[in-house]
């Protein structure tokens, strides 16, 4: 690690040492507040464990459950527990084995080890010895069912209790934010290298490649699995398969790819066109119109609202490139737009890249519908200040919409020549990460020069 590195370290972690005595303080008072509603003592976090493989010895992938890492930024330690009562310090009881199997992650503290009474757990079947004796009060909060009910946890995952925590989860804390300022900047530094391997020729396997070394990954550190696209895949919204085989000519790249620091996750995603060429001409205006609906993330606005208005605008492209022979108008009204976007223009973001509370108008978790008439929205909620959201729209080429268009009552407001000219280059999706302040929006993509 070279000196600069160094530097920039160490300034990242004072400035998150400074933050989080807050976030802490935060989490207590939510913590404090729903235990008094529910009438319960506490909480029990587990972080998880890991899951094997049937009829194998070894693991998936850990992941670490998102209520653990809300209060610390442990993402990798299996077997460990939060024990909280919105009170008293809480206590993290950290498995720590003795295993000459597997690298052993030695406990440090960092800025964060203060706030917490520390027990070590050197055996995964012996927590119980750990946890409150009497477990009538606490609520388990964790995916592993089975192992609460063995440990004697009457109440599992509450629904009540999760609503609470969730809509709270949408009001991103300084620390929080700081946090998801550090992904973008890993996911920036390493769209800026898949950008380069597109353009010198490279497969969507090497593209992926070198996005993951530009920043010191392995397959299973992204946040989600990365969308690495070329020419007509581009149009599948999923596209996870990383062709190894260079395609005779590049003609398009979108790339759907994130990062992780300290468990919060960056979410970009950006679409490249080789040549100057229409198609570089659609990804400008695409660029113009995400910028746009960024402009419209305001507090006390909807953000259904501000997905109808993007759907609309798209609809104005579609016939500015003379995809639809109809007016924008026209085109929502018959519901056309949604064979080129078929999905909401963003979700919240945060410590998952689909985060919770999206739906929810209170802390009972209230549910917001969506319209009928957009079904894929990922949030309903009203914006709000210090909330966290991508906005990501796209227009796409997809022939299974296109054929289903075709046969339609509406098959007539398309000019079919002009579209299947496009299929080649496969669809755009630009996505940029928003936190929404009260007097402006940062976005933290854009600031760090990602275009």
């Given at each position: 690690m070279t000196t600069l590195n160094v530097e920039v370290n160490a300034q990242v972690n004072e400035k998150l040492a400074a933050q989080y005595p807050a976030h802490i303080a935060q989490l207590q008072q939510t913590t404090k507040a729903v235990l008094a509603r529910e009438n319960l003592e506490g909480i029990v976090i587990h972080s998880g464990q890991e899951i094997k493989i049937f009829l194998d010895d070894n693991s998936y992938p850990f992941k670490v459950n998102p209520h653990f890492k809300y209060w610390l930024p442990l993402i990798d330690i299996p077997n460990s527990w939060l024990v909280v009562n919105g009170e008293d310090k809480p206590t993290l009881i950290y498995y720590q084995p003795v295993d000459f199997w597997h690298k052993?992650?030695?406990?440090?503290?960092?800025y964060w080890g203060e706030f917490f009474n520390i027990k070590v757990l050197t055996k995964a079947s012996e927590v119980e010895k750990l946890l409150p004796y009497d477990k009538k009060g606490f609520a388990y909060i964790g995916?592993?069912?089975?192992?609460?009910?063995?440990?004697?946890?009457?109440?599992?995952?509450?629904?009540?209790?999760?609503?609470?925590?969730?809509?709270?989860?949408?009001?991103?804390?300084?620390?929080?934010?700081?946090?998801l300022r550090q992904s973008n900047i890993l996911a920036v530094n390493a769209h800026q290298a898949a950008r380069h391997a597109f353009l010198?020729?490279?497969?969507?396997y090497d593209i992926q490649q070198a996005y993951l070394k530009s920043i010191g990954y392995g397959s299973n550190d992204t946040?989600?699995?990365?969308?690495?696209?070329?020419?007509?895949?581009?149009?599948?919204?999923?596209?996870?398969?990383?062709?190894?085989?260079?395609?005779?000519?590049?003609?398009?790249?979108l790339i759907d790819a994130g990062a992780n620091f300290n468990g919060y996750s960056a979410d970009i995603t950006r679409t490249y066109s080789y040549k100057n060429d229409k198609f570089a001409e659609l990804i400008a205006r695409m660029d113009l119109l995400m910028l746009n609906a960024v402009d419209g993330l305001k507090p006390?606005?909807?953000?259904?609202?501000?997905?109808?208005?993007?759907?609309?605008?798209?609809?104005q492209v579609l016939r500015d490139f003379n995809f639809i022979n109809v007016d924008a108008d026209t085109a929502v009204e018959s519901?056309?737009?949604?064979?080129?976007?078929?999905h909401g223009l963003g979700h919240h973001l945060g410590l998952q890249v689909h985060d919770v509370g999206g739906f929810m108008a209170d802390e009972r978790g209230t549910h917001v519908n969506t319209p009928a008439a957009h079904p894929f929205?990922?949030?309903?909620?009203?914006?709000?200040?210090?909330?966290?959201?991508?906005?990501?729209?796209?227009?796409?080429?997809?022939?299974?919409?296109?054929?289903?268009?075709?046969?339609s009552a509406n098959s007539d407001q398309v000019n079919w020549q002009n579209v299947d000219e496009m299929r080649s280059f496969g669809g755009i999706r630009i996505e940029d990460n928003i936190i929404v302040h009260q007097s402006h929006n940062e976005n933290m993509t854009r600031d760090l020069g990602l275009t």
């Open positions: 052993v992650t030695v406990l440090d503290e960092s995916s592993h069912i089975e192992v609460a009910t063995a440990l004697g946890f009457e109440t599992i995952n509450p629904e009540p209790l999760l609503n609470y925590i969730h809509y709270h989860r949408g009001y991103k804390s300084k620390y929080e934010h700081e946090c010198q020729g490279d497969s969507e946040p989600y699995n990365n969308i690495v696209a070329l020419n007509k895949n581009c149009s599948i919204l999923h596209y996870m398969s990383l062709d190894k085989e260079t395609p005779p000519v590049h003609q398009s790249f006390g606005l909807s953000y259904v609202d501000l997905h109808i208005q993007a759907y609309k605008a798209i609809g519901g056309i737009i949604s064979t080129f976007f078929p929205l990922r949030t309903s909620r009203v914006i709000e200040a210090n909330q966290v959201f991508t906005i990501e729209p796209g227009l796409y080429f997809i022939d299974s919409l296109l054929a289903d268009l075709k046969c």
